[in-house]
């Protein structure tokens, strides 16, 4: 069974940077394509970015694209989302999410087969 082990998320001000990881079980940091999503109160679910299971391809969504670089640290088996110039209306639960399927990376917007739990990341003003 997959699971998926968010950190990092925490209370944060308006323009710092935040860095999400993800850790995958078993073998599926290096047989799953790997992304981010993120959802809000009262919105959709929202995708982030999705990185290849060999990390050599990344593809973002418009609105996070510029400031946020998701990537794979091989040395810790884990999927990180590093974000920049967070904004208030970046406030919401952020998931990691995996894919055996190896598609090509945007047509994962709509979502991945495994979940975590989530990660709350707050930006105030």
């Known amino acids: 069974q997959v699971q998926l082990a968010e950190s990092g998320g925490r209370l944060v001000q308006a323009g710092d940077s935040l860095r999400l990881s993800c850790a995958p079980s078993?073998?599926?940091?290096?047989?799953?394509?790997m992304g981010w999503f993120r959802q809000a109160p009262g919105n959709e679910r929202e995708f982030l970015a999705a990185i290849s299971w060999t990390g050599l391809n990344t593809y973002y969504g418009d609105s996070v694209k510029g400031r946020f670089t998701i990537s794979k640290d091989n040395a810790k088996n884990t999927v990180d989302l590093q974000m920049t110039s967070l904004k208030t209306e970046d406030t919401a639960t952020y998931y990691c999410?995996?894919?055996?399927?190896?598609?090509?990376?945007?047509?994962?917007?709509?979502?991945?087969?495994?979940w975590g739990e989530g990660t709350l990341v707050t930006v105030s003003s």
């Open positions: 999410a995996a894919d055996p399927r190896k598609l090509l990376l945007h047509r994962y917007t709509d979502g991945m087969k495994y």
């Open positions: 078993g073998r599926t940091f290096s047989t799953n394509d």
